[in-house]
């Protein structure tokens, strides 16, 4: 491969990535605690859009509870997050190549 056919390359992998970035920064996901007594939406930028809490916690007054179901959803966002994220890059990975279509190059996804 010659060296204007690796820079084609570089760039092809270059693109995909940076719209794979795009893709995943768009990406809102929901998370769900307590049997969806607390419920949000993150986004792929991990900025919180929304929280949803089920009038009835507040009425009880345990904000430690309260607190505990807002982690606990907002962890199950995030995960939902990082899977989409794993299966974005594979995506990406499948179309490039294992080494992003470059000769004698590491694996990078």
């Not at 916690?57 to 995030?78: K, P």
């Not at 939902?80 to 694996?107: A, H, T, W, Y």
Request: charged share 25%.
């Amino acid at each position: 491969m010659d060296f204007a056919e690796m820079m084609k390359q570089a760039q092809l992998v270059q693109k995909k990535l940076h719209e794979a970035q795009e893709k995943l920064q768009a990406t809102v996901v929901d998370g769900s605690a307590g049997g969806g007594l607390v419920r949000l939406e993150l986004k792929g930028t991990h900025d919180m859009l929304s929280l949803s809490i089920d009038p009835g916690l507040l009425a009880d007054g345990d904000a430690e509870v309260l607190a505990d179901l807002v982690r606990a959803a907002h962890a199950d966002a995030r995960r939902k997050l990082e899977d989409i994220n794993s299966k974005v890059m594979q995506e990406v990975g499948g179309e490039i190549g294992v080494n992003g279509g470059l000769p004698n190059m590491p694996r990078f996804i």
